[in-house]
């Protein structure tokens, strides 16, 4: 299995902030990436695919990039409505995993 | 407008069996391939496994097989997830999510509380 891992955990920052989160595959996985934001008590919502793809109708405050091993999800300028958790997770092959998840906390 | 509506919260006793559905509409149901994830309270994101609506063939995470069922009703547009020999540690949210035709997850359904306890 293809194991996901994020960076930070978790992290503080304020509004305004530009905000970073790093994924790392176990192995490479081409650009086989997505990113998915989570709200307490609500499902996830799909913000970016093929690594820097952003979904109809997400901001063009986040951002994605990377391939291979090494992915980056930024959020340009931090608003009240972007305080969540983040998640990564891989499409390349099967099973599908996602990384532990960030969580982006108000400072 | 794509949606995927799921069952309501269900509380089941061990050993039991859960069936939770999905219900797609506004697009075409066997086009698109269905998957469930499962999130653990407090906890984070788990593939449980897919199904093709199309052809109904399924495939599951290693760590179901053998408990966990998918199946699809093509006249109501509906996939639906089995879950047998529940046990306490099966607490969870499930989650149905469709596979767009970027081959990642799209569109998600609301989520299905299922508690296991005696």
């Known amino acids: 299995d293809i194991q996901m891992t994020q960076s930070p955990s978790s992290l503080f920052a304020s509004v305004g902030d530009r905000v970073t989160i790093t994924c790392r595959a176990s192995?490479?996985?081409?650009?086989?990436l997505a990113w998915f934001q989570q709200k307490p008590g609500k499902a996830p919502k799909s913000l970016i695919y093929a690594a820097s793809s952003l979904q109809s109708g997400v901001p063009s405050k986040f951002s994605g990039s990377g391939s291979g091993t090494e992915f980056t999800l930024t959020i340009s300028s931090l608003q009240p409505e972007d305080f969540a958790t983040y998640y990564c997770?891989?499409?390349?092959?099967?099973?599908?995993?996602f990384g532990g998840g960030t969580k982006v906390e108000i400072k | 407008q794509v949606q995927l509506v799921q069952s309501g919260a269900e509380v089941k006793k061990p050993g039991a069996s859960v069936k939770v559905s999905c219900k797609a509409s506004?697009?075409?149901?066997?086009?698109?391939?269905i998957h469930w994830v499962r999130q653990a309270p407090g906890q984070g994101l788990e593939w449980v496994g897919t199904?093709?609506?199309?052809?109904?063939?399924?495939r599951y995470a290693q760590k179901y097989q053998g408990r966990v069922t998918m199946t699809r009703d093509t006249s109501t547009s509906t996939v639906y997830m089995e879950l047998s020999s529940l046990r306490s540690e099966d607490t969870a949210m499930f989650y149905c999510?469709?596979?767009?035709?970027?081959?990642?997850?799209?569109?998600w359904g609301q989520g299905t509380l299922v508690t296991v306890s005696s």
């Open positions: 999510a469709r596979e767009g035709a970027s081959s990642s997850l799209d569109y």
């Open positions: 199904i093709n609506p199309g052809g109904g063939s399924a």
């Open positions: 192995q490479g996985i081409s650009n086989y």
């Open positions: 506004g697009y075409t149901f066997t086009s698109y391939f």
């Open positions: 997770q891989q499409y390349n092959s099967y099973p599908l995993t």
